[in-house]
């Protein structure tokens, strides 16, 4: 069954440094995507990068990277010179590419709440 | 282009009544999928709607249920409300099935007392 597995449940960052967001999925298909979203305490899930399983380069964003090691089944996020306003909950998503009727319905790791102090 | 909108943003309901949630799709989006998501937990898949058919569902009892409308915008019922219905509902739209970027409303809240 398609999993993902995001291991650190908080993390602290400086104002204007880099963060990394550890993600590790599990799937057996060799087609699927990988997605971040940023959820603020106000409750939107906001899209910020993909990454599909047969891109040969790593997805950016703007100050967004993904860091795509297809071999480890890891897609950690790397945010870069951190703003005040990234601190959120920022979640690692899989498109399920089985079930019923293609839906791509995505599956959700558990989150890492990140808090980015000045 | 307009994005997702959600009403309401927040609901308080009793154990046992019915509720409906609605969601405006972002301008050109015809699929719309529904989120569950519990306090401190990643969103669930309820199901989703492509050209007002269901196509899909996560594993929810039937007295979730919901609908598509003509202009894509989507309603979730739920029947019988029970506590741990407790949570908040998200809404996503997509441009279609192969393009699956899903981008999110809001959320609705709701507390069942």
């Known amino acids: ?118 | 282009e307009t994005g997702v909108t959600q009403s309401p943003t927040h609901l308080i309901k009793t154990r046992g009544q019915q509720v409906t949630l609605r969601c405006s799709s972002q301008s050109g989006h015809n699929t719309v999928s529904w989120y569950q998501q519990a306090l401190g937990q990643g969103p669930q898949f309820i199901f989703q709607y492509y050209r007002e058919e269901e196509n899909g569902r996560g594993n929810f009892p039937p007295r979730f249920s919901g609908l598509q409308f003509p202009n894509y915008s989507s309603e979730l019922n739920v029947n019988a409300l029970e506590l741990d219905d407790s949570a908040l509902y998200l809404c996503a739209s997509s441009e279609n099935l192969a393009k699956n970027i899903q981008y999110f409303g809001a959320g609705t809240r709701l507390s069942v007392l």
């Open chain 1, 1 to 118: 069954a398609q999993k993902i597995t995001q291991t650190q449940p908080g993390m602290f960052v400086q104002e204007k440094e880099a963060v990394t967001l550890d993600c590790t999925y599990d799937t057996s298909d060799p087609s699927y995507g990988l997605f971040w979203y940023k959820q603020p305490s106000s409750g939107e899930m906001i899209f910020l990068i993909y990454q599909g399983s047969y891109d040969q380069q790593n997805a950016t964003e703007g100050r967004y990277s993904l860091n795509f090691q297809k071999a480890r089944k890891s897609a950690n996020l790397v945010i870069s010179a951190s703003q005040l306003g990234d601190s959120a909950m920022y979640f690692c998503a899989m498109r399920d590419p089985g079930g019923s009727g293609n839906t791509g319905k995505l599956i959700f790791g558990q989150g890492t709440t990140l808090q980015v102090k000045p």
